[in-house]
């Protein structure tokens, strides 16, 4: 293919550990400078194509600024999620003290993985490896899981298995863009069908697991199917908790965990005036959010005294409030949904105040629970049912679990913990995907979580099941802050909101445990983006 060249930069333009945006033509591309040598990369994260020279560089590896997925500058390759794609590569040369960097004349930009691990149909060959793996669950664990099988070199079959009738998709869409209208359903799907039959990895759609069965590594399906696996991994996520109260069944009343669950909703709402939500949950909050976008009025029925106390803390579960408020949305804190009253439909909520507010539609955000009824064989969490697993994510011979319904060891603390975050999900699909491929990896990820409720956007890095101290750099009221959650003088997560180049940096800190001390938090403000030497950014 032809070649564009141009020269995009002066040597002296950047020091070692330094990053900025470039062009060639319509290309943008990301220059870094890498003990003295000259990389070329794609500009744009594969996520949602956020500009990578606003996050932060440390060492050869970049850190999104908006959901802080990672990538290798040096190869374009992806080290953490949510990416999924890796970064184009181009070629760099020097000339006297010019940098040029020469593009394909026609280029996407983005491919699906590093050339050195791309296989193609070809590649495969039953008789080299006659394995079965089988992935249970399409979700953010899944995707990541079949993509890095492949990337690790695994050259058997894989079998993923959803009961849905789609190809895995962007689930944190659902609640926020998708339900507002702004994301079509062309846009959902996080893999083409063709990355499937390149990569030979076969998807089952609409195939409910009955049992598995681990003493003979079978599955029976409900339609009476079965199959035996070698490897399997467990990724079925959580399951919406229902209310058990009268009217239950009653139409218009709706959980928010699926693709068919949005277009129910977004049928129903069609026309309609109020809109109930019980729960202040994070998928409570966005449906919320998102609802009244659509012109509806929405009142969030919650147990707590301000949304996300118990996550965020009482004085940024504030301002939520605050701003849904200001968008039209009314409260009805401490109280809870004892009935659901209407003829077919549902026609109003009753409290268990005895207030009665009037309703269109309904929908449900009380949590879920780990879908995990179908297991035999493998440890369960006695209070919620999750699947115990140790540092490599593993729960039995040849079985292991990722996501929504995975309890793991965290790295950091020791506890046993169980998120339930689209990143984790994606980051435990990849390092589950190593060891069943026999590549030993212990699971270190740090949780981060983000959303974004009408203009309020916050980041969220680490895990704080409690703690003892909150530390608030910057403004709450202005929306613009990084709050530091301490625990035995430890930092143990953060919050952000409109910082989000602190955010990576934060996350990187985190990783390298180079985080400043609490003393010097509690002192002010402290430059986390130049906090160590490993850690650099300029944009």
């Known amino acids: 293919m032809k070649q564009v060249e141009a020269v995009v930069a002066n040597i002296n333009d950047l020091n070692n550990g330094e990053m900025r945006q470039v062009s060639v033509g319509e290309i943008e591309i990301l ?13 744009h994260c594969a996520h949602y194509g956020a ?6 560089l440390s060492g050869e590896r970049v850190i999104c600024p908006w959901h802080n997925a990672c990538f290798d500058v040096t190869t374009g390759d992806q080290l953490e999620p949510p990416g999924l794609d890796s970064l184009a590569r181009y070629e760099v040369r020097i000339e006297g003290e010019n940098v040029i960097v020469s593009v394909p004349e026609q280029t996407t930009g ?3 993985l590093p050339p050195q691990a ?6 495969f060959n039953p008789n080299v490896d006659g394995r079965t793996f089988v992935i249970l669950g399409a979700g953010a664990a899944g995707i990541h899981a079949a993509e890095a099988l492949r990337v690790a070199g695994y050259q058997g079959r894989i079998v993923m298995i959803t009961k849905e009738d789609k190809l895995p998709y962007d689930r944190t869409k659902l609640s926020k863009a ?5 994301a079509s359903p062309d846009e959902m799907p996080l893999k083409s069908p063709d990355f499937f039959q390149e990569n030979a990895i076969e998807v089952l759609l609409n195939h409910q697991v009955e049992q598995v069965q681990t003493t003979n590594k079978a599955i029976a399906f409900t339609n009476g199917d079965s199959l035996t696996y070698d490897a399997l991994l467990i990724a079925t996520g959580g399951k919406p908790r229902q209310l058990d109260i009268p009217g239950a069944d009653l139409q218009n009343i709706f959980t928010l965990r699926s693709f068919a669950d949005s277009d129910r909703i977004l049928t129903a709402i069609k026309q309609k005036e109020k809109a109930i939500v019980i ?3 994070f998928i409570g909050m966005e449906t919320a959010a998102s609802l009244s976008q659509q012109g509806l009025q929405v009142t969030v029925v919650s147990p707590d005294s301000v949304p996300f106390k118990k996550t965020l803390g009482e004085e940024i579960g504030k301002i939520f409030q605050q701003v849904h408020e200001e968008n039209g949305v009314s409260f009805k804190f401490e109280r809870k949904a004892v009935e659901f009253t209407g003829s077919d439909k549902v026609e109003a909520v009753i409290l268990d105040n005895g207030d009665r ?3 269109d539609v309904v929908i449900v955000g009380v949590g879920v629970q780990p879908a995990t009824d179908f297991l035999e064989g493998v440890e369960l969490y006695p209070k919620d049912g999750s699947v115990v697993v140790d540092e490599y994510l593993c729960a039995g011979d040849g079985i292991y679990a990722a996501g929504d319904i995975a309890r793991y060891p965290d790295w950091r603390t020791s506890e046993s913990i169980r998120v339930e975050h689209w990143r984790v999900a994606a980051q435990q699909g990849r390092i589950a995907a190593h060891n069943m491929a026999g590549k030993p990896v212990k699971f270190r990820g740090l949780p981060f979580f983000w ?6 956007s916050l980041r969220y890095i680490g895990h704080a099941q409690s703690w003892d101290e909150m530390i608030v750099h910057g403004d709450l009221q202005k929306q613009q802050f990084v709050a530091f959650y301490i625990k035995n003088n430890q930092v143990l997560a953060a919050a952000t909101s409109h910082r989000d180049t602190e955010a990576a940096a934060i996350s990187e800190l985190m990783r390298l445990n180079q985080m400043p001390t609490v003393e010097e938090l509690r002192r002010g403000a402290v430059d986390l983006i130049q906090r160590q030497p490993e850690v650099s950014s300029k944009r």
Do not use: E
Not at 51 to 56: E, F, K, N, S, Y
Not at 118 to 123: L, R
Not at 178 to 182: N, S
């Open 51 to 56: 500009p990578l020279a606003d996050g932060v």
């Open 451 to 456: 959303t974004m409720q009408f203009k309020f």
């Open 357 to 359: 507010l009037q309703a």
């Open 31 to 43: 220059l870094s400078r890498i003990d003295g040598k000259f990389y070329a990369v794609g500009a």
């Open 178 to 182: 998708y339900l507002t209208g702004k």
């Open 118 to 123: 791309s296989p193609t149909m070809a590649q």
């Open 110 to 112: 983005l491919r699906s």
């Open 279 to 281: 729960g202040s949950s």
